[in-house]
């Protein structure tokens, strides 16, 4: 039985260290359209400090008020004093649960155990496309499959366009993001995809969502992986592509590829080969506004998550003037997508999806022209 | 009608917060202040506003209002309880009129963002508080707020020609013009600068605005001693016949924090100043920066360094913005702004320096050295009673030093709690009770940001 | 009326997917129940296609969300797809907070009205069809 607020309190010194300088203020999506204090960085930071120095008792709304955080670290990358507000907040959620304040995540973590994916759908959709000999594994990931399946479908058709040899597996959840919200991934979930992994022979693990990517890599209950592992915009950096496009296109950096990860340059190096009249956003790489989705909040607060995608859409079209807009992310591809109003003429895509389609448009021209 | 319901009912339910964890986070500003008000509120206009204020007004409801909340002396902080007007929602840049040189702005813009919008017709709002980017101008006109190009170009009080205000009793005053120049009645909007909300709550300000200058160059130089510094100083601000954009100082201490905490470096040394000229023409700035190292090289410097590239120019400033911050990374601090006049900065220097050392805690100093305004960052642990009784002996000791050397306690942070109990050590009886007077009349319930700067009635 | 404790309008047609239909002029409105949108929670997303689809009964030609749940809307008649309700853009809430009336979501130019006739419009029809609803999906509040 662990000690209340065991986790936070290793966090003593990184809230003391928070200066209550603001700077954070300026680069959080949800601060962005609150402006109410306690939804950014710094609020937190003394709210967790009294919580730690036992000034204030939790309660179910100090527990619902720390899920408002999509854990991005804008507030990290941004903050002269050195603290890591999302790590301390991960804590801090994980500390309320063990307290016994059971948030809505438990309701998910539960549909992960039992349905193996995050959405709680019963009926699994099974991507086939199982070959035995092949180099390498496609994992696509819960939000891919449930959420943009025509996305992923024209990733896969890429992918055969370009005669990669590659299996797809009998997938389950990651559930690294129960680790964001105050539970544990589920090592026999993690299991269960490595002996399907080994079992298919390949060396090489490709994944196309960003937040897989980071579970695969980084949590404990993956470390039997063995298996070289690549963010498909990794994997196809190097490739040639025989199509282009002239349209203006601007790419948007998920925050689990670009902050968490530090991928910031492959995706760039595949627009440009495909993309000559590419443009960055204002808020670009490691200053790239957030989504909205990450971090849990797009199940906690759909609507604000939604509402922050529409509001960094809209700076985007402003600022670039672009249209098409790329990202490599299906959380963030489905918050833009739900984002994105009727009047405007924004075009969204994965840039596989957008790559795939560029050929499947060749395919037609070159048919219509033989 | 409960009073929290009459204020849902004039600005919505989400505009409206008496949660506990909505509380928490508004009891805090960058100073060490801490009182939790009763309740938040976000209005969206003056109207808005003034109602919520009439109603406080009427029941004995203190109001705090509050811009990013980056206060160094509790200026935000509801030490009676009461209710926070939070004017962040307000951040419409209402107007930018070149051919008149003024902008309007709702108090909510922040700052940065004023300049991102003049900088597109090549004008410039030229206070820059190191908080710039979360700094609200309501915020910057509330403590008349100073900053890095203050040596030239002065502080905000400067650039206020207008003011729309909802005062203590609840009425919407709109005074000062669009003018460059009026001296039309009492000059109010002097008076509500700097006056740290304590007399009304602002809604809209009309600011002067300047043309960038087209040119700039930064210089850096390090001292091995701060009397050398400090002499560097005070003869570039009077002996030059010109005054620089910038003159900011950094010490030791700080140095030492950002070199271990950015990927700035900086060669070992007691003190640095880094300072600008800016003008129409090349040659101007140039010549300008010329006569200023001319003087540096007589006070003995370590070494100096120029930039004339965009790039290196913003290296240079960043390390200054984020002094405060990075200095934090050590320990809990405690950041005053004491400011002397110019020939006694060397004397500030050092005495702080005997401060330090007498009672055993870290201050890191830096801050805007051409105005005489310096920074020392009190360095504690604060969970540590000692430590904490320490910090309050060496601030003691800081503004008995400036007012001995016919200084100021603050020069631009404001009194707010932080300082109130020295405002006699400051101010004569005569003052202290005109000031009262004033806030008696404008605020005869005292619920506007009651309990600051010791105006107690 | 009320059916099992949830609101169903006189005068509209009923789907078993849990939309109904009215007529208007010429025109087919249709929308979600009220017993469906109180299972899913607070709707924060329709996707609006482009006008003139052409829409097959029974088939699904959208989807929605809540927080929870995602859920694919069927066509309530054939046709073409002639309006789309967009205050539901930036606020898809209007489907909980009044399902018939202002949450309507699309309009349809009928192929052929006697489609109506394969929706229910009695209520004893509509009461053992819901009673069956909420065995397999339980009760919404």
């Known amino acids: 039985m662990s000690e209340p607020l065991e986790l936070s309190k290793k966090y003593q010194h990184m809230v003391t260290q928070c200066s209550r300088c603001g700077f954070c203020r300026a680069v959080c999506p949800i601060f962005d359209i609150t402006k109410n204090w306690a939804t950014n960085a710094g609020g937190k930071m003394v709210l967790i400090k009294e919580i730690i120095d036992g000034k204030i008792e939790p309660s179910e709304g100090i527990v619902k008020s720390l899920l408002r955080c999509t854990t991005c670290m804008n507030c990290t990358t941004n903050c002269p004093s050195g603290v890591d507000p999302p790590e301390v907040i991960r804590a801090t959620r994980k500390d309320m649960v063990n307290l016994g304040y059971d948030n809505m995540f438990k309701a998910m973590s539960d549909a992960i155990a039992k349905t193996g994916n995050i959405y709680g759908e019963e009926e699994k959709y099974d991507w086939g496309h199982k070959n035995e000999r092949a180099s390498y594994i496609l994992f696509v990931g819960c939000v891919g499959t449930y959420r943009e399946e025509e996305s992923v479908e024209e990733t896969i058709n890429l992918l055969d366009i370009l005669g990669v040899k590659f299996t797809m597996i009998d997938e389950v959840c990651c559930s690294g993001v129960l680790e964001d919200v105050g539970y544990q991934a589920h090592e026999e979930l993690a299991r269960h995809n490595i002996n399907e992994f080994h079992r298919t022979g390949a060396k090489a693990l490709i994944t196309t969502c960003p937040y897989c990517y980071r579970v695969f890599k980084n949590h404990p209950f993956y470390k039997e992986l063995n298996l070289e592992l690549k963010h498909i915009t990794q994997f196809l950096a190097e490739h040639d592509f025989k199509v282009k496009t002239d349209k203006k296109v601007t790419y948007h950096d998920p925050c689990d590829l670009g902050r968490h990860e530090g991928i910031y340059e492959e995706p760039r190096q595949i627009i440009r080969k495909i993309a000559p009249n590419f443009v960055e956003p204002e808020r670009t790489r490691e200053h790239a506004m957030c989504c909205g989705a990450g971090g849990g909040f797009r199940g906690s607060s759909p609507k604000e998550s939604i509402t922050i995608a529409r509001t960094r859409l809209r700076k985007i079209m402003e600022e670039t003037g672009a249209e098409i807009l790329l990202t490599e992310c299906p959380s963030c591809l489905h918050n833009f997508r739900n984002a994105k109003l009727r009047k405007w003429n924004i075009e969204i895509y994965n840039i596989t999806e957008f790559i795939g389609k560029l050929y499947k448009e060749m395919d037609v021209r070159e048919n219509v022209a033989a | ?457 | 009326m009320e059916i099992e404790g949830y609101n169903f309008p006189e005068g509209l047609y009923y789907e078993k997917n849990h939309f109904w239909a009215r007529l208007e002029g010429d025109l087919v409105v249709m929308g979600m129940n009220d017993y469906a949108q109180l299972l899913s929670g607070e709707i924060v997303y329709v996707g609006l296609p482009p006008l003139g689809k052409k829409l097959k009964q029974g088939k699904n030609f959208t989807k929605m969300e809540s927080g929870k749940w995602l859920g694919k809307v069927y066509a309530v008649v054939s046709g073409e797809l002639v309006e789309v309700n967009e205050e539901l853009e930036e606020n898809a809430k209007l489907i909980n907070d009044d399902p018939f009336g202002k949450g309507w979501m699309f309009k349809i130019k009928p192929d052929n009205l006697d489609e109506l006739e394969n929706l229910m419009t009695d209520p004893d029809e509509i009461a053992e069809w819901l009673k069956a609803e909420i065995a397999e999906h339980g009760v919404a509040s």
């Open chain 2, 1 to 457: 009608m409960n009073t929290m319901h009459e204020f849902i009912d004039i600005v919505g339910e989400d505009n409206f917060s008496d949660k506990i964890e909505d509380r928490i986070p508004y009891s805090y500003d960058a100073s060490i202040n801490v009182y939790r008000p009763d309740a938040l509120i976000w209005p969206e206009t003056a109207e808005q506003i003034s109602q919520i204020v009439t109603i406080a007004n009427q029941k004995g409801v203190p109001i705090i209002p509050r811009g990013a909340g980056t206060s160094l002396s509790g200026g935000v902080i509801a030490i009676e309880g009461g209710i926070v007007i939070d004017v962040s929602k307000m951040d419409k840049i209402i107007e930018i009129k070149i051919e008149d040189r003024y902008a309007t702005v709702q108090p909510g813009v922040i700052c940065d963002n004023l300049n991102k919008e003049l900088s597109r017709y090549n004008f410039i709002f030229p206070p820059d508080p190191a908080s710039s980017s979360v700094a609200t101008i309501g915020g910057n006109v509330a403590t008349n707020a100073g900053g890095i190009k203050g040596a030239k170009y002065g502080t905000t009080r400067d650039y206020v020609l207008g003011l729309e205000v909802v005062i203590p009793t609840g009425e919407i005053m709109h005074t000062g013009a669009h003018t460059m120049k009026c001296v039309s009645g009492y000059d109010l909007p002097k008076l509500f600068t700097g006056s740290e909300g304590t007399l009304g709550v602002i809604t809209e300000v009309t600011l002067k605005i300047n043309p960038i200058p087209l040119h700039a160059m930064t210089a850096m130089a390090t001292f091995g001693c701060l009397e050398d510094a400090g002499h560097a100083i005070s003869e570039t601000m009077t002996k030059s016949n010109l005054i620089p954009s910038v003159m900011e100082i950094l010490d030791k201490v700080t140095l030492t924090s950002i070199r271990e905490n950015t990927s700035l470096e900086f060669p070992e040394c007691e003190a640095m100043l880094l300072t600008e000229t800016d003008g129409y023409t090349w040659q101007e700035v140039e010549a300008q920066m010329m006569v200023i190292l001319e003087i540096f090289k007589k006070n003995n410097p370590l070494a100096i360094k120029t930039a004339k590239e965009e790039k290196e120019r913003m290296e240079l400033w960043e390390a200054r913005k984020t002094a405060y911050a990075t200095l934090s990374r050590i320990s809990s601090g405690v950041l005053d702004d004491v400011t002397v006049p110019i020939s006694k900065i060397t004397d500030l220097l050092t005495g702080i320096q005997e401060i330090s050392q007498r009672h055993g805690l870290v201050i890191g100093t830096y801050g805007h050295a051409g105005d005489g305004n310096l920074h020392p960052q009190i360095l504690y642990d604060s969970y540590n009673p000692e430590q904490v009784k320490k910090m309050e002996m060496v601030e003691s000791d800081l503004f008995h030093l400036a007012i001995s050397l016919k200084g100021t306690l603050t020069g631009e942070h404001g009194i707010g709690l932080s300082k109130a109990d020295y405002m006699g050590l400051e101010h004569d009886k005569v003052e202290i009770e005109v000031m009262k007077k004033i806030k008696k009349a404008l605020d005869p319930n005292n619920i506007m940001n009651p309990g600051k700067m010791a105006l107690h009635f």
